[in-house]
């Protein structure tokens, strides 16, 4: 496995290379021959990394400890699911999984335009596989995923615990990748556009779809990884500003805004400069936070420079920003659109007014992620950046931001009747109103919480009531005879729904959790926000890779109806202390959360960690419904529903007044 992973690490490279130089070459002459040989390229590059990746877990599955990375991320007590995903579970063994979904991105783009493609493509595909070059000599240099040991021993050390403690590693990791790596293409098409000169339409077209379905596994990633800290961690959070989940939030970000911006580009020939700009910042971000989370950053800046992988992400990342930044600035005088906002009232200047708020809470972020490392670069103090920094700065943003997607959607292009914009916003406002008198009647003195209640509201009428329009149209035309409307201009009203499902979510969990920390003997019992629990014993479970020690919970609430819960302490080999996971008892408006944090006298007595967190399951809920709107405006076909409504002066009669404002 050693030789045919390192042999093929070092022919994907060869390939990659070779690629990228065939399809460079090939744009620049403009021979289809050579375009062609670089596209099949791009298979054979992803058959060889496929290759290697099955070596690798060849290795991990067979309990081979010869290969350094097998020893130490591995043992024979793992059981095999989790062998599989050590695959993972560091460094040099997660750039093979990057290396694999990179050339599946590459694939997948040679694969679409295999019969006829626009001028662009031949410099995507080189910039792709230059990309995949960079990744690849990571792998064939800095980090040695198939490096041997001289002698072998007869175990391995294991996963780390936290790797091991829940099937959720399986699956976010995975779709942060396809969402990190994604953001590849269309980065490589933007550079292309520069490269050639290509009208700005044609290049927003392109990768419209490509960036959609890369913000719905980003989505999907971001969501997964805040269910595992929940569901796992104990703490009974589900996002505490962590540097590596901030830097993952950056690109999302930094995209959000892109899809919003690039209905000026395709609606009014505007932003095309603005455009090129998030898309190459929301590559570069991605890029930033490798460099963290791989770089030894995050542990000390002072580690930086103990590899060469550190280093190495740093100088492509200036590469990335020279380069493309660059570009920008030598086709800066095409770029220049003469378009202007018509009206304050538009819905022109409500996409502007999202993207500034996006970027500047991805501003926030960055700096509070960034702070602590030039703090301790330039002074050697060690600082941190957190929850009350980032809960106080991007509150406000928040806020507008709920704002604008409450009201967007109703105001038509170019500006329109004052009046009319009012009128259709009667009832959202009314819902709003109704629902920050009440919240303010049962939460005095939360002045965010209060607003952001009434704004979530607003945000979830208007959006479900141009939805539910926007079905009916479609239902009207199907029996009728006529096409059936897709849903690319209501799938982003759909997503706007989710947010809003999310964002109280967060602002009830953040509000107005309740915690307690108790010790309770056999048999004894406490009440806590309403509800009794009573602790009856505990259950030890020898498995081959651990101990589980399992307490046992009785949950009584006010109306007699019972549960369980069975929070664990996991006490594996290779951890210092035992590995704690909670019990959840999930319901509508509110979980019940239970942690065990220590067992005295054989477990004779514990001590438990209890919360009562209202809103989470909206969390969950809201970013399924967001992805499902990613899915939905993703769709090919026309623009989607007319409007049903009279057409206001700027929305001729071909075109909806109902647009969603993503």
């Given amino acids: 496995m050693a030789a045919l992973g390192t042999g093929g690490l070092a022919l994907a490279l060869v390939l990659s290379v070779c690629g990228m130089l065939v399809a460079l070459v090939g744009a620049r002459a403009r021979r289809a021959g050579l375009v062609e040989a670089a596209r099949l390229t791009s298979y054979a590059v992803l058959a060889v990394v496929v290759l290697v990746d099955v070596a690798m877990l060849v290795a991990l599955l067979g309990d081979d400890f010869s290969l350094r990375y097998v020893a130490e991320n591995s043992s024979r007590g793992t059981p095999v699911f989790f062998k599989v995903l050590s695959l993972w579970a560091a460094d040099d063994g997660s750039l093979l999984l990057w290396n694999l979904v990179l050339a599946g991105y590459v694939s997948a783009v040679a694969w679409r335009f295999r019969h006829g493609h626009p001028a662009t493509y031949p410099y995507a595909q080189g910039v792709l596989l230059g990309v995949q070059t960079f990744y690849l000599l990571l792998v064939n240099g800095p980090a040695r995923p198939f490096a041997t040991l001289a002698t072998v021993p007869a175990d391995g050390r294991g996963p780390a615990p936290l790797l091991q403690n829940h099937p959720l590693m399986a699956v976010h990791p995975p779709f942060l990748y396809l969402g990190f790596i994604g953001f590849t293409v269309p980065f490589s098409f933007g550079v ?5 000169g290509a009208g700005p339409q044609e290049w927003v077209s392109t990768i419209r779809r490509w960036t959609l379905a890369v913000w719905c596994f980003l989505t ?13 961690l104990g703490w009974g959070g589900y996002w505490a500003w962590d540097p590596a989940e901030n830097v993952a939030l950056l690109p999302w970000l930094v995209s959000t805004a892109f899809l919003h911006s690039v209905m000026l580009q395709q609606r009014r020939a505007m932003a095309a400069l603005w455009n090129l700009v998030l898309v190459i910042g929301a590559f570069a971000l991605t890029t930033f936070g490798t460099f963290l989370t791989r770089g030894s950053v995050l542990s000390s800046i002072h580690a930086f420079t ?17 380069g493309g930044y660059g570009l920008v600035a030598w086709r800066l005088p095409t770029l220049r659109s003469p378009a202007r906002l018509d009206a304050v009232l538009s819905r022109e200047a409500a996409v502007v007014g999202n993207n500034v708020l996006l970027v500047s809470a991805a501003a926030v972020v960055l700096l509070g992620t960034v702070f602590p490392l030039v703090a301790e670069a330039v002074g050697g103090e060690r600082l941190s950046v957190g929850r009350p920094y980032f809960e106080r700065a991007l509150a406000p943003v928040l806020l507008l931001l709920l704002l604008l997607l409450g009201t967007a959607p109703l105001m038509a292009w170019r500006g329109g009747s004052r009046v009319r914009t009012l009128a259709r916003l009667r009832l959202p406002l009314t819902a709003a109103a109704l629902v920050t008198v009440a919240a303010a ?33 479609s239902r009207r035309r199907r029996r009728s005879g006529g096409r059936r ?12 729904v989710g947010l809003g499902l999310l964002a109280a979510g967060i602002i009830a969990s953040s509000g107005f959790a309740q915690q307690r920390e108790v010790t309770l003997d056999r048999g004894g019992s406490v009440t806590f926000a309403g509800q009794r629990l009573r602790y009856e014993g505990l259950r030890t479970v020898r498995q081959p890779q651990r101990t589980v020690l399992t307490t046992r919970l009785t949950v009584t609430g006010p109306s007699g109806a019972r549960s369980v819960l069975a929070p664990r302490l996991s006490v594996y080999p290779a951890a210092a202390e035992p590995i704690g996971s909670p019990s959840i008892d999930r319901g509508p408006g509110w979980d019940v959360y239970a942690s065990v944090i220590a067992l005295q006298r054989e477990g004779g007595s514990a001590t438990f960690r209890l919360y009562r967190n209202p809103g989470v399951g909206w969390i969950w809920s809201g970013a399924l419904v967001m992805v499902l709107g990613g899915l939905l405006a993703a769709r090919p076909g026309g623009s989607g529903p007319r409007s049903t409504r009279p057409a206001t002066r700027s929305a001729p009669s071909r075109v909806p007044a109902t647009v969603g404002a993503s």
């Fill in 441 to 473: 009647a049962l939460a005095p003195g939360h002045v965010e919480a209060v607003a952001g209640f009434g704004l979530a509201a607003l945000v979830l009428v208007t959006n479900g009531r141009e939805v539910v329009a926007g079905l009916r149209f």
């Fill in 220 to 232: 999907v990633g971001l969501a997964l990884g805040a269910l595992w800290s929940y569901s796992v």
């Fill in 192 to 196: 292309a556009a520069l490269l050639t």
């Fill in 485 to 496: 409307a897709p849903g690319r201009r209501y799938g982003g009203l759909v997503v706007h």
């Fill in 306 to 322: 103990e590899s060469a992988v550190g280093p190495a992400y740093l100088s492509f990342l200036v590469v990335v920003l020279l």
